[in-house]
């Protein structure tokens, strides 16, 4: 592809795509939120450039850059979050910017094909290769998380966190009350599903405003109706998006939708969130950044107010969403980005973030008595369950197929058209790598 077609791809899928883990979209843009410009010595401005705007969120950012600037006080940082789910804006923002070699010190990157397929492909990123050896990183990182942030054996950036995609939150008090259990299964779901709307509770809380949550929770159908493998398999074109299993998907998704709240169009992922949180739905299907919200921004506690449970016939599996940082070309202070790298990278800097943000620590010798419960439990099922990337989230296949998944996903959540959106997917599925 030429570059110049490259390029324009690029700021078009990158500006629609609603790839990511998260933000809060009714807040302000924080581009001007400068967290400290003292003593700078020489020093450019440090420019991190991220969507996290929300609750937790924010908070982990903010005792990142807080732990970096106690390590170099002499580098001043801009805190350049821009407001949006899912990086809706910040993307845009980011494609115009790389489009203009007018990059950010760093920028938030979800490894897989967000990354590899997008930024490494066009050629803006530098290899962290010289990084990941001087910090000693390559046993501390999971083997398969540096394969999702490297192309043809260079690495690219640096994971600071491990989120799970295939969660379902759900209000403790309203399933005692009733006399329910968790589901697992689909049919189990639809069951409990069928017993709560029969006595006027909203059975699954949506917050489609910006369509990659209703992606989110197909992603996870297509999980626990294919299986890890043939899920893979969609992403390299092995497998049909009309076969029977797809189709089946597709069908269990569409009676999914027949439990959702009403307002669910006019709500982002918090809001839904929150429907569950004070009792006014019973159930929630998207990453654990949720548990970060319930705990940080509404006050409920782990296993008394909410409960998890992996989505219906995910057990064992996880998929895999992971933010990123790396070294765009063209930057001033290259030096000083490693820093941050390097700051964001450790032990110490994953475990002022990562207990804040409702996340797991990208590496595998991270503090556990810092984390709670489910993250506890998280980095266990980590270590052992069959891994997915995210569809949703960036890292299963390159941005243009998931701008079209999310708008055929977004018709279908309204329309219900089973063929048309399947004949939609197998159409998008072209510009996948055969």
């Known amino acids: 592809m030429k570059k110049k077609g490259l390029w324009l791809s690029l700021a078009l899928t990158f500006s629609l795509a609603l790839a990511g883990c998260n933000s809060d979209s009714n807040s302000a843009s924080n581009n001007n939120n400068k967290e400290d410009q003292g003593g700078s010595k020489g020093h450019e401005k440090l420019e991190i450039f991220s969507w996290w705007t929300g609750a937790g969120e924010e908070d982990g950012l903010k005792a990142l850059i807080k732990l970096f600037q106690e390590k170099y006080p002499d580098i001043p940082v801009e805190n350049a979050a821009v407001a949006g789910g899912a990086g809706t ?173 009403e307002d669910h169009s006019s709500r982002n992922w918090q809001d839904a969130a929150q429907l569950v949180g004070k009792g006014e739905a019973a159930m929630n299907i998207m990453g654990d950044w949720v548990k970060g919200y319930f705990v940080n921004d509404l006050k409920l506690k782990v296993n008394e107010d909410f409960g998890y449970v992996p989505t219906p016939n995910t057990e064992g599996k996880f998929m895999v969403i992971t933010d990123t940082f790396g070294l765009p070309k063209g930057v001033k202070n290259p030096e000083d980005v490693k820093k941050f790298l390097s700051v964001l990278g450790s032990v110490e800097g994953q475990d002022a973030f990562n207990p804040l943000k409702g996340s797991i620590p990208a590496r595998i010798d991270a503090d556990l008595s810092k984390y709670d419960e489910y993250g506890k439990q998280t980095i266990q099922d980590f270590k052992t369950a069959e891994l997915a990337p995210s569809l949703a989230h960036g890292s299963a296949a390159p941005e243009g197929f998931v701008t079209k998944v999310n708008q055929a996903v977004n018709i279908f959540v309204t329309q219900k058209d089973a063929k048309t959106f399947i004949d939609t997917l197998v159409s998008a599925s072209s510009e996948l790598k055969k």
């Open 89 to 261: 804006n910040a993307k845009a923002v980011l494609a115009s910017r790389m489009q203009g070699n007018d990059p950010p010190a760093t920028f938030q990157v979800h490894g897989g094909a967000e990354l590899n397929e997008g930024w490494v492909a066009a050629g803006k990123m530098e290899p962290l290769n010289d990084l990941y050896e001087k910090e000693g990183w390559m046993d501390k990182f999971p083997k398969s998380l540096i394969d999702m942030v490297s192309k043809d054996g260079k690495i690219y950036s640096v994971p600071v966190n491990i989120h799970r995609g295939n969660v379902l939150w759900y209000n403790k008090k309203i399933f005692a009350e009733n006399g329910l259990q968790p589901p697992k299964t689909f049919d189990e779901f639809f069951q409990v599903a069928e017993k709560l709307k029969a006595k006027g509770i909203t059975p699954l809380a949506l917050g489609d405003k910006e369509p990659w949550t209703a992606t989110h929770i197909f992603e996870t159908v297509l999980l626990g109706t294919l299986g890890t493998e043939d899920y893979k398999k969609l992403w390299t074109g092995e497998l049909s998006f009309d076969d029977p299993k797809v189709k089946e998907a597709v069908n269990t998704f569409k009676k999914m939708l027949n439990y959702v709240n």
